[in-house]
């Protein structure tokens, strides 16, 4: 319990160290502003944005690295709803659900309050839901600490089948992903006896395949080539200017925020679901809990707000898993987790004993990114028409120069090109052809753990190994996985027919279907 | 034949899986061995490979009989897009591969002049394709390098 205190315990240092860093406020509003930019041209993300960055950022010291990385997430993630709103296009798949009524809004001439309804409950779901983790995070990180090699190995397994069943369309190709992700990653001399593993000859994959180019190329190469082989225009369909925040709206939503930002959290809190199901999960239940269900998908402010505080608060609750355990909960928080090992932290059960005041610095530059939002994004918002209309034609082959720059900066070897030639191409084959991204990514990432803690674990218990499986951590985690796998398809489910409804009654409508981005 | 084609997928799969089975099984064994054969097998580097690469073939014959039943439907191609797409990884790899062989300097001037001019073609006056080159150049060679102290080769 001392363990846990002393960790709130560093709130108050941890808030002057950084508030009076000028540096971490550059690099915070940096971070914010080209997120919002990022979030608001369609086909760029959160997790593009933050790859991208990846070459940046282990350059930096930590704080600034933290706030660069936070800033683009939040805002991201807050400005996907401006372009849902203006173009009936979500700017990211986290804003998929606001188009239902964001886009209606705007054509009733009411644009500028879909922004400001949009972009601020975002800011509230991510303020309001790190809050929470700030509270809840200690105890996990505890018990996480309980776990043993056999724990650690049932926990990714689980993780990795789950993000590959339920990320995208059909489950065969998520595994698909996830597998083959998982057999990249033991690629390269193993930890426990150094057996080389199919470096084909070659001493520069001796260390494996760098996650950081990996991550690169396929959520950054993999789009560009993506986009440049299938130009979209984009028709934006009404006029944008300085949003209209309407508090009393907001004042007659507090249930309906609380409720959505807790549907968001439990989204994000379960591997690999990710922020685009968030959103559609929140929609559906505020849809059926509002007094005014019926009205939603017309144009109505609480759909609005319940998509956009979900989605922001599921990127959050994705932080639980990932900070416990090291297992990301969605991809934006993977490539999260790789900048966090990129600037010396160990995502893990140890994270919060290693790194002590890290979850502090996390809820401050959370809730500084957003306040930083709320401001930024009402003048950025005046001119969100201009960014949704930048030539794609013109962005992404800068995107390349990016990607092949950021991709040498993260190992100093000229081979990294290769690997980034060879994951954007397998990046783009991979979106064109269905299968999700975020399981191959969770595959490379905790393939390498879940293979020693494996082998690790059978050493351990070889005279006995009934013990190994009997262990009664053990099976408390593989019955509240399995539980948890079940809660998981039920809501995954869910969401995919509440998504699916929207498409039939966009269709119907003649409107575009928001699940295509 | 439709049938066929929707199979097409599940075969590439299969085939994928059937090269990583290969690529597992000519991992060596441990050099040290434990326990008794069975932990020993389960202690082996080669054996998660193994597991993941027979899951990865195993669907691959799911999805061919998946497609046999309709139920897997290939991705389209819009008309132009193969060409267009050949075309952009064509000049990707060569940037790439031509900084594995040159450094950055000269494939970036190529890559950014060639890349302003073939995706703004006939859209853009020739000045301002130019621009937009020489602000890929600016930015790739010179500005982001020096913002996080990088060294180009």
Redesign the interface.
């Known amino acids: 319990m001392a363990s846990i205190v002393s960790e709130w315990l560093h709130f108050g240092p941890s808030l002057v160290s950084l508030v009076s860093q000028p540096m971490v406020w550059v690099y915070l509003i940096a971070g914010v502003l080209l997120g919002y930019i990022i979030g608001v041209i369609p086909g760029l993300g959160a997790t593009m944005g933050m790859a991208l960055c990846l070459?940046?950022i282990f350059?930096l010291p930590q704080a600034q690295g933290l706030a660069l990385l936070i800033g683009i997430l939040v805002s991201s993630m807050a400005s996907g709803g401006i372009t849902a709103s203006l173009a009936n296009i979500p700017g990211t798949p986290a804003a998929a659900a606001t188009v239902m009524d964001g886009f209606p809004m705007a054509k009733k001439g009411k644009g500028r309050e879909a922004c400001g309804y949009a972009y601020v409950s975002s800011c509230i779901g991510t303020v309001t839901a790190m809050i929470l983790v700030f509270f809840i995070q200690p105890f996990i990180s505890a018990v996480a600490l309980k776990f043993g090699n056999w724990e650690t190995f049932l926990f990714c397994l689980f993780g990795v089948i789950l993000c590959g069943s339920l990320v995208g369309g059909?489950p065969?190709r998520g595994?698909?992903s996830a597998?083959?992700g998982?057999?990249i990653s033991?690629c390269g001399a193993?930890q426990?006896?150094s057996?080389?593993?199919?470096n084909f000859g070659t001493a520069k994959l001796l260390n494996g395949v760098n996650s950081t180019v990996a991550i690169i190329a396929l959520f950054g190469?993999g789009e560009?080539?993506m986009t440049?082989?299938?130009p979209n225009d984009i028709r934006v369909q009404s006029q944008s200017g300085f949003p209209i925040i309407d508090l009393k709206v907001f004042k007659r939503n507090i249930k309906n925020i609380f409720r959505s930002m807790l549907a968001g959290l439990w989204v994000g809190f379960i591997p690999g679901i990710g922020e685009s199901a968030a959103c559609w999960f929140s929609y559906e239940i505020a849809r059926k809990s509002e007094k005014n269900g019926k009205d939603f998908g017309t144009g109505v402010p609480e759909g609005i707000i319940a998509a956009e505080v979900a989605n922001n608060a599921s990127s959050v609750g994705a932080l639980i898993p990932s900070m416990a355990l090291g297992i990301p909960g969605s991809g934006s928080t993977a490539v999260f987790i790789a900048a966090l090992f990129l600037i010396g932290f160990h995502p893990g059960p140890l994270l919060l004993t290693d790194s002590p005041g890290i979850l502090c610095s996390l809820t401050i530059l959370f809730i500084l990114a957003a306040i930083v939002m709320i401001g930024a994004g009402y003048v950025l918002t005046r001119f969100a028409i201009k960014f949704l209309t930048i030539?794609e034609?013109?962005l992404?082959?800068?995107i390349?120069?990016?990607c092949?720059?950021g991709s040498?900066?993260s190992t100093y070897t000229?081979?990294s090109?290769?690997l980034?030639?060879v994951f954007?191409?397998v990046g783009?084959l991979m979106k064109?052809?269905?299968y999700p991204v975020p399981p191959m990514l969770l595959g490379l990432l905790v393939?390498g753990t879940?293979?020693s803690a494996?082998?690790r674990a059978?050493?351990q218990y070889?005279?006995n190994?009934v013990e190994m499986i009997t262990r009664p951590f053990g099976l408390a985690i593989m019955a509240f996985l399995i539980i948890m796998t079940i809660f998981s398809i039920r809501t995954t489910n869910s969401t995919k027919k509440a998504s699916k409804d929207v498409a039939k009654v966009l269709a119907e409508a003649g409107a575009e279907d928001p699940q295509a981005e | 034949m439709s049938k066929l084609k929707n199979c097409i997928e599940g075969l590439v799969i299969t085939l994928l899986g059937g090269f990583f089975l290969y690529l597992a099984f000519s991992v060596r064994s441990n050099p040290i061995p434990y326990g008794s054969a069975w932990i020993n097998t389960l202690a082996q580097a080669k054996f998660l490979p193994v597991v993941m690469a027979s899951f990865v073939t195993i669907l691959g014959i799911v999805m061919i009989v998946m497609g046999l039943k309709g139920k897997m439907t290939p991705a389209k191609f819009d008309k132009g897009e193969p060409l267009r797409l050949l075309i952009v990884v064509v000049l990707v790899a060569a940037y790439l591969l031509g900084i594995n062989y040159f450094g950055f300097r000269w494939p970036t001037v190529a890559f950014s002049v060639i890349s302003a001019v073939y995706f703004n073609w006939k859209k853009r006056p020739w000045w301002q394709m130019l621009i937009i080159a020489a602000v890929y150049i600016v930015v790739g060679l010179f500005a982001l390098p020096k913002l996080i102290g990088l060294r180009l080769v």
């Open positions: 070459g940046i350059r059909n065969v595994w698909v597998f083959t998982m057999f033991f193993e426990i006896q057996v080389v593993r199919y190469l560009v080539i440049l082989s299938r030539d034609n013109v992404m082959p800068i390349v120069i990016f092949a720059i040498y900066a000229r081979f090109l290769i980034l030639l954007g191409v783009y064109k052809f269905g393939g879940m293979d494996l082998r059978v050493i070889s005279n190994p």
